[in-house]
C-alpha cells in the first residue's frame, strides 16, 4: 500500500467517525492539512468507494477475508436457479477445538498453598 492510499484511508477513515459525508475535496483537504502529497486520482477512488459501500462494515469485515462471494457472483448465468441456490446456501463454520487448560493438580502444586 501506497503512502497515498494510507493517507486517503485515514482520511476516509476520520470523516466516516466525525460523520462527515465523504467526498473527494474532504478527503484532499485532510491530506493537504497532513503534509502528505498523493497523486490526484486517489481522493476520488476513495470517495466513490464509500459511496458504495458501507465503511462500518469494511472495518468490521477485515479480517473475515471474503473469498466466498466471489463464488456467488461468478455462478453460471445460464442456471435458472443457480445463484439463488449459492445465495441461500448456510454459510459453513468450522468449529475449533479449544484447548483443554490443564488444571493445578495436573501441576503438583496451586498458587495458593
Do not use: Q
Not at 476520520?14 to 502528505?36: F, Q
Not at 471474503?66 to 459453513?92: D, E, H, I, Q
Request: with cysteine.
Amino acid at each position: 500500500m501506497s503512502i497515498g492510499e494510507t493517507a486517503c484511508t485515514y482520511a476516509a477513515l476520520i470523516l466516516h467517525d466525525d460523520g462527515i459525508s465523504i467526498t473527494a475535496e474532504k478527503i484532499a483537504t485532510l491530506v493537504k492539512a497532513a503534509n502528505v502529497t498523493v497523486e490526484s486520482y486517489w481522493p476520488s477512488l476513495f470517495a466513490k468507494l464509500c459511496e458504495k459501500r458501507n465503511i462500518e462494515d469494511l472495518i468490521l469485515n477485515v479480517g473475515a477475508g471474503g473469498g466466498g462471494a466471489a463464488v456467488a457472483v461468478s455462478a453460471p448465468s445460464g442456471a435458472p436457479s443457480g445463484g439463488a441456490a449459492l445465495a441461500a446456501a448456510p454459510a459453513v463454520e468450522e468449529k475449533k477445538e479449544e484447548p483443554k487448560e490443564e488444571s493445578d493438580e495436573d501441576m503438583g502444586f496451586s498458587l495458593f498453598d
